[in-house]
């Protein structure tokens, strides 16, 4: 099964809060995910990648989470800014040059 | 270094017609990926390019095509247009060495809407 599992569809911070996002997936032969930022009228950006060898990975306020047995990986935005605000996107690559995405969720940090 | 840029930025077409979409990926990236993006689908995976040869391909109608160039430029074809196609075309361009650390960066996007 290709598919990647994103919630929540949308997600309302208080600025300096934590913003948490949460992915799923069913295929074991998923090997790099990235997650991406998208902002209006622009292509998605790489925020942050991992490989399914790693359960953690921190880049700045950035961290994803990764269990391996469950299946499941999640960013998570400390300290959430208004500039945060923006349409995130997990993605999975199943050992090819694939990318399958979730289906987004929208982020609005109130100032 | 330039990012990546797509041709047109906006095309209005109508049914029946097709259209053709350019992308020009960064320089010394070898692979190109399109996505089509609407708010009910989100981003899918159409089809991605390596050294002029098709790689991988998504779970589109043959009326999705593509095509890469010996300078890695890559258009995408769309023929007989239906309402449904309109969305964000979105190219991305990475080295394509190594799946599990490839880096793509997209384009910022051909809206297409069709009438």
């Known amino acids: 099964q290709q598919q990647v599992k994103q919630s929540p569809q949308s997600l309302i911070v208080q600025k300096g809060g934590i913003s948490i996002i949460n992915c799923a997936y069913e295929n074991t032969a998923f090997d790099y995910f990235p997650w991406y930022q998208q902002f209006p009228g622009k292509g998605p950006a790489l925020l942050i990648a991992i490989r399914p060898d790693v359960s953690e990975k921190k880049e700045g306020r950035f961290t994803i989470s990764f269990n391996k047995s469950a299946k499941q990986f999640s960013l998570h935005i400390m300290d959430s800014q208004p500039g945060d605000s923006a349409t995130y996107f997990c993605?999975?690559?199943?050992?090819?040059?694939?990318?399958?995405f979730g289906a987004g969720t929208r982020l609005f940090v109130k100032a | 270094k330039a990012g990546v840029t797509q041709t047109p930025r906006y095309l209005i077409k109508t049914r029946g017609q097709q259209v053709t979409l350019s992308c020009s990926p960064i320089s010394g990236h070898r692979s190109v990926s399109w996505y089509q993006q609407t708010p009910g689908q989100g981003l899918q995976f159409l089809f991605e390019y390596f050294s002029e040869t098709q790689r991988n391909k998504g779970n589109f109608p043959g009326r999705f095509s593509g095509r890469q160039f010996s300078n890695s430029r890559s258009e995408m074809n769309v023929s007989t247009l239906e309402l449904g196609d309109s969305a964000l075309y979105l190219c991305?361009?990475?080295?394509?060495?190594?799946?599990?650390?490839?880096?793509?960066?997209f384009g910022p996007g051909t809206r297409l809407t069709v009438l």
């Open positions: 993605a999975a690559t199943p050992g090819g040059f694939k990318t399958i």
């Open positions: 991305a361009s990475s080295l394509g060495e190594d799946s599990r650390s490839d880096t793509q960066y």
